[in-house]
């Protein structure tokens, strides 16, 4: 494949350190590029993208209220991880996770980070995701974020920051796995010549956290799943299949005499761990939610009597609000008495007045999030939003300032895409998966997310992003 | 194993073979159609009468020619029991439990779906009849072959045995009865040859052909009526369905031979039992198709009862007590 001069565009590419040299983790790579016969790499992609189709490697959304199904688009050209970079990545992100468990149980707790006046009590009891059911109580083995990912970007200035934390079921696990599958299928030469990082073990290590915070010796474990319509649920399904448990919609369990169970031909079984990719709120309709119709009523009970454990410890959302993210360098200081390793984004607070004032006077360089939105919604893009946009977003702000926070636009790494026959360049995010049981697990890489669209920053798969294989060299 | 995923697995193998039995069905009967002499030819009439669908059918097209015929039992989303509906059907089902199926059982009802429908929109029912219901065969033969060779065989593979053997039953008796749509003009006769085509026509339909000719030679309707409700060799004819079923549900609850612990195992045990004793005479004296009514009507019974006994939950866990006991 002939590879023409490159363009950066003044961003960070991930892959060339110039217009024709790539960096030292993709010599390799770029020179195997170059041997292949023109078209080969267009031949891959469409088998690729076949077998995506095949193994029914999809996501849920809705067009016009009619359910779709498209497959999760993916480039295959990957994101490739320097050994070194990697190592420091991987001690800031069990830092970080660490820290935020310790808060999450002092919140719920002692709250001895709000008697030492270091995050205002208003920014903690006002947010959406705290749970005042969890007052006094302590989850299993002291842990509450069983299962985080931690967004992170690369910025013009070549190094990572956070932009966002995920302790809320977050999902694309399934995809860093299938893809690694497809990848090793399509490039076996790479795989074979570069010492890449394996991923099967995820499972395994998700595995091991929950019988790690199960109340009893050989638990029986499920997956708690909003059911076949939900846009993750090819992960949900592929993740249980992945770990031999049961893959499980509300419906199947009854809370009942003190304990869960799930309906069988053979009667009905306890349940002792879940692993539910379902909401806090919707968890249980008599305690939480009453409209829900996708928990188990009574469920929180059950919890609560440390007869069922549940990952994520419902309340844990606490540390993934926007507004936290802000607070959370001074939260690693407070437990750890260490600077963070792996620095936030330049945050500023619109519940803070000097910060709400830069904010407004500032939005055109600004990218402005709602606290607890997710998926790339409730933003505003100041540099590419309209004059309209930006002054209907200003009233948002001021009627409800303890809800948005503000960033510069940083610039996001590029890695390059195939575009047609060309290699351009396409901006990228990165999410690492972190498991939280016995030890801290950092899965090797994660899912690299890619705004396919020339120019887009918006890598979310439900607004035109894919993904790409992300390679840690060992 | 679950009973949401029980009545998955049950009802995506009755869809892949009601799909199976809708494609073999319409082929023979297209092609039984062509045979026909001036005047009696584009009988379509009987192809979904004997669905039982006439009513929506009429509501949807009216006068049914050979297009809509082929769209009614084709493609069209709005009949369940479409060849489309049915694979669309057992496609969802499965997709809700896959985690219970091998990756090839999957990835092949999956990619299936998408192509036939795909040959849908192209329009190949219409050009290339046969080849297009040869592919459908094949999507479920290949299925079933899948679930035989990758499936344990344990309480899954029963309750997908358990669904294709009911279906299958099910689709021998409307084989059947379709002779009973077929208007005989009055000056044709028992035996003639027009007469001996249509009951032709139904041992294809049944895949039954080569099997009945090396049990019975002659095509005799009669005997035609033995072999595909009363024999125990032939995998289509009802009773050997019956059999088959049994033994599934049995294996399914554990329970001994020639006694019942729910009631599905007790009509189902009580039908089979019949098939076992009857002979063919007694079947054409009460008339062959008010038999097939009584035991279409037995067959639905005992899909209750199935639903009620295994996919249904009655008891609250307060009874739990009585279950651990029995796990012990």
Known sequence: MNLGAYKLDGFFDEMYSSQIEARPEYKFYKRNLENLPEGEIQRRKHLVERSLLTMGITFNFYKDEVHSEAIFPFDIVPRIIGSDEWKLLEKG???????????????????????????????????????????????????????????????????????????????????VLENRENMKRTFPEMFEALNVCPVYEYPTR????????????????????????????????????QMGIDLLVGSDMVADNGAVWIKTTNGYKQVDVLYRRIDDNFLDPLYLNPESLLGVPGLLRVYKNEKISLANAPGTGIADDKVIYAYIPKIIKYYLGEEPLIPNVPTYVCSEQKDL?????????????????????????????????????????????????????????????????????????????????????????????????????????????????????? | MLTRVADSIFWMNRYIERMENNARFIDVNLSLSMDLPQGMQEQWEPLVQVTGEYELFEELYGEPNRENVLRFLGSDLKNSNSILSCLYSARENARGVRENLSTELWEHINSSYINIREEFEKGEIFQNAAGFFKKIKTVSQLFIGMVHST????????????????????????????????????????????????????????????????????????????????DRYFPRAIRFCLIEAENSIYAITGTANRTYSNTAEKKLGALRSELDYLSVAEIIQFGLHEYIDALQSKLNDISAEIRENFFLQKESPASIEQWRNKEE
């Not at chain 1, 050989?218 to 993750?232: E, M």
């Not at chain 1, 899965?443 to 997310?449: A, F, I, K, Q, W």
């Not at chain 2, 299958?168 to 059947?176: G, K, Q």
């Open chain 1, 93 to 175: 992100l069990k830092q970080r996770v660490f820290a935020e468990n310790l808060f999450i149980q002092d919140i719920y707790n002692e709250k001895k980070i709000i008697k030492d006046k270091v995050i205002p009590p208003e920014v903690i009891f006002s947010s959406r995701a705290y749970l005042p059911q969890m007052e006094g109580f302590t989850p299993p083995k002291k842990i509450w974020n069983h299962i985080n990912g931690t967004d992170l970007i690369r910025h013009t200035d070549g190094n990572y920051y956070v932009l966002e934390d995920n302790l809320r079921c977050p999902s694309g696990v399934s995809y």
């Open chain 1, 357 to 474: 004032g830069y904010v407004l006077s500032n939005l055109d360089t600004l990218v402005v999030k709602a606290a607890n939105e997710a998926g790339g919604y409730g933003m505003l893009v100041g540099p590419h939003a309209t004059e309209k946009e930006k002054l209907e977003f200003k009233e948002k702000i001021r009627a409800n300032p303890r809800n948005y926070i503000a960033q510069p636009t940083m610039g996001l790494s590029r890695v390059p895409t195939l575009s047609g026959n060309e290699l351009e360049g396409r901006h990228v995010d990165l999410r690492p998966y972190i498991v939280y049981g016995k030890d801290i697990y950092v899965l090797p890489g994660g899912l690299t997310r890619v705004a396919l669209k020339k120019g887009s920053l918006v890598v979310n798969s439900s607004q035109g992003g894919g993904s790409k294989d992300t390679w840690v060299i060992a």
């Open chain 2, 151 to 230: 499936l344990s065989k344990t309480e899954g593979w029963h309750f997908a045995n358990l669904g294709r053997m009911m279906e299958r039953a099910d689709n021998t008796t409307r084989i059947l009865d379709l002779k009973y749509f077929y208007l005989l003009p009055s000056s044709q006769e028992v035996g003639s040859p027009l007469d001996l085509l249509e009951w032709h026509a139904i041992l294809k339909s049944a895949s039954a052909y080569e099997m009945y000719r090396k049990s019975y030679g002659k095509i005799q309707s009669r005997e035609i009526v033995e072999f595909l409700i009363l």
């Open chain 1, 206 to 241: 998700l595995l091991d956290m929950l019988h790690y915070i199960s109340h009893t010796d050989s638990p029986r474990i499920g997956l708690l799943t909003p059911g076949a319509y939900n846009s993750a649920y090819y992960e949900h399904s592929f993740l249980a299949n």
